[in-house]
């Protein structure tokens, strides 16, 4: 097809592995709040908690009387061992179509806005190999500031990687913007979980297995 791609990076969550489960996050969040003395911590204040901007953080790190730097790590380690509980559970698992990644022959890597010790947990529970480089969200505010859509992570593992023109596979809108945002093409990956999903941006490809990418490289 002429895209002479000299590398693919892969979102994780979605792509590789099946999504954690929306509840298991919210437990995990509510563990945090006991975890730093909160007991009955408002609603709204975990539904933020699960993807928080900085503000909000310290807003409501400032509403129970917590450094927010002492609040997220909580929340971060307790999402760490909620995910790493359920890959052992077998909750949480590959794809199938994930062998199709042995065909290609140019280098990969992973770039999530998952924690990083939770894709680290993932490439060591189900022998991920062939990754040359991988990156999840620090577990700091900072790490907030940059996540997805923000392409700091994807241009860390475009430099490390010393490729100029890498693909990446994702399955949100965040992922195409960030691409967008890095200057590079992006793949749409529609699992089950996102058939009446709605993109406001265009990927470069709309592909339904990870097979389908022997034939963009």
């Not at 994807?154 to 992922?175: M, R, T």
């Amino acid at each position: 097809m002429g895209t002479a791609y000299d590398a693919i990076v892969f979102d994780n969550d979605g792509v590789l592995t099946t999504p954690t489960d929306y509840d298991v996050l919210v437990d995990a969040v509510h563990d945090a709040f006991e975890t730093v003395g909160v007991h009955e911590p408002p609603t709204d204040h975990v539904e933020t908690l699960l993807s928080p901007d900085v503000p909000s953080l310290r807003r409501i790190a400032d509403d129970h009387g917590l450094e927010p730097d002492e609040l997220w790590n909580a929340r971060e380690r307790a999402a760490i061992e909620a995910q790493l509980e359920e890959m052992r559970a077998g909750r949480k698992r590959p794809y199938d179509d994930i062998d199709a990644l042995a065909d290609l022959e140019t280098p990969t890597a992973i770039v999530s806005n998952n924690q990083h010790r939770t894709i680290e947990n993932i490439l060591e529970e189900f022998d991920f190999e062939g990754f040359e480089v991988w990156y999840g969200r620090e577990p700091s505010v900072e790490g907030i500031e940059r996540k997805k859509p923000t392409p700091y992570y994807l241009e860390s593992a475009i430099d490390d990687l010393g490729a100029s023109n890498p693909l990446y596979v994702g399955d949100s809108q965040v992922d195409v913007l960030a691409a967008d945002n890095a200057g590079i093409d992006s793949a749409f990956i529609r699992r089950e979980h996102r058939i009446d999903y709605e993109l406001s941006v265009e990927p470069e490809y709309e592909i339904a297995s990870l097979s389908a990418l022997t034939d963009l490289v």
